[in-house]
């Protein structure tokens, strides 16, 4: 399969394992954060696209807003938190007043 132009699905399912698809989904975060800062700056008042080239893959991803970037992050993040669950489960520490005065 050629990673050219795909897809930001097809960009995750080329990843093997859970931790590596963890690391892919915090590369397109940081990407789409980029690119609200970017218009933020001044650059324009609408995103129109945002790219990402890791060296094996180009995905090019389009939106009209920072609110529809934002709805991608919050989507993205949901997803990551699903992969991290699967990888390490789910725990809760509970800890007694008294430890934290060490």
Do not use: H, W
């Not at 093997?16 to 789409?32: C, F, G, M, S, Y």
């Amino acid at each position: 399969m050629s990673l050219d132009n795909c897809t930001i699905v097809e960009y995750l399912e080329s990843k093997p394992t859970l931790a590596a698809r963890i690391r892919a989904i915090d590369v397109l975060i940081d990407k789409a954060i980029l690119s609200m800062a970017e218009t933020v700056e001044g650059v324009g008042g609408n995103i129109s696209t945002y790219e990402l080239d890791d060296g094996q893959v180009k995905i090019k991803t389009g939106y009209r807003s920072i609110s529809e970037v934002e709805a991608g992050i919050k989507s993205l993040e949901r997803m990551k938190n699903l992969y991290s669950n699967k990888l390490y489960g789910r725990s809760v520490q509970l800890r007694d007043i008294n430890t934290f005065g060490r």
